[in-house]
């Protein structure tokens, strides 16, 4: 639905427009789930791949680098600005850690 032309501006906000993605998206999204369906979407899935409608920089896989004075941090789920970077919550500050590190600057 992401790139379905009748999801402009959202969720299409690329304004991306296929008809025969169109036509693929749209009969596979009344099927029930079945090897038939897989494969529609696999073919919608390469005709995104050869129209690169977007910059797809997700992967499954992140790492973030953080202080070891701050504990149980976790990266960001969502946050309207974000870019997938330097969005962080964390719960639990070790004060003395941070100030013995501070010490040393």
């Given amino acids: 639905q992401v790139?379905?032309?009748k999801s402009i501006?959202?969720?299409n906000s690329t304004n991306f427009r296929n008809d025969e993605y169109d036509a693929i998206f749209e009969?596979?999204?009344k099927m029930q789930d079945c090897p038939e369906r897989t494969e529609l979407?696999?073919?919608a899935q390469r005709i995104l791949v050869r129209e690169m409608p977007a910059a797809f920089t997700y992967h499954r896989e992140s790492y973030i680098i953080h202080h070891k004075c701050l504990d149980n941090v976790k990266p960001e789920a969502?946050?309207?600005d974000a870019t997938?970077?330097?969005y962080?919550?964390?719960y639990k500050i070790?004060?003395?850690e941070r100030d013995d590190y501070k010490q040393q600057f």
């Fill in 3 to 5: 790139f379905y032309s």
């Fill in 88 to 90: 962080l919550k964390y």
């Fill in 41 to 43: 979407y696999r073919q």
């Fill in 9 to 11: 501006p959202q969720p």
């Fill in 84 to 86: 997938g970077y330097g």
């Fill in 78 to 80: 969502y946050h309207p």
């Fill in 94 to 96: 070790d004060a003395k």
């Fill in 27 to 29: 009969k596979a999204s």
